[in-house]
């Protein structure tokens, strides 16, 4: 087996011809994951708090 070929013989033959269902390019990616969408909502809301606060700090007279 070759360098390139460790990681392809899950999927068949190891032929990389220009059929890429066998990678499922054709499928939906999957379920949503709201608790890492809703970390990534309330992190860059804390980081904009951050940034707020920071920005007032040094602009105050």
Same mark, same amino acid.
Request: charged share 15%; aromatic share 4%; proline share 2%.
């Given at each position: 087996?070759?360098?390139? @070929?460790?990681?392809?013989?899950?999927?068949? @033959?190891?032929?990389?011809?220009?059929?890429? @269902?066998?990678?499922?390019?054709?499928?939906? /990616?999957?379920?949503?994951?709201?608790?890492?969408?809703?970390? /990534?909502?309330?992190?860059?809301? #804390?980081? /904009?708090?951050?940034?707020?606060?920071?920005?007032?700090?040094?602009? #105050?007279?």
């Amino acid at each position: 087996m070759s360098g390139g @070929d460790q990681g392809h013989e899950e999927h068949g @033959d190891g032929s990389h011809g220009d059929s890429h @269902d066998a990678h499922g390019h054709g499928e939906a /990616l999957g379920p949503i994951d709201l608790r890492a969408w809703g970390a /990534l909502i309330v992190g860059s809301a #804390a980081g /904009l708090l951050v940034a707020a606060a920071i920005y007032l700090s040094t602009t #105050a007279a």
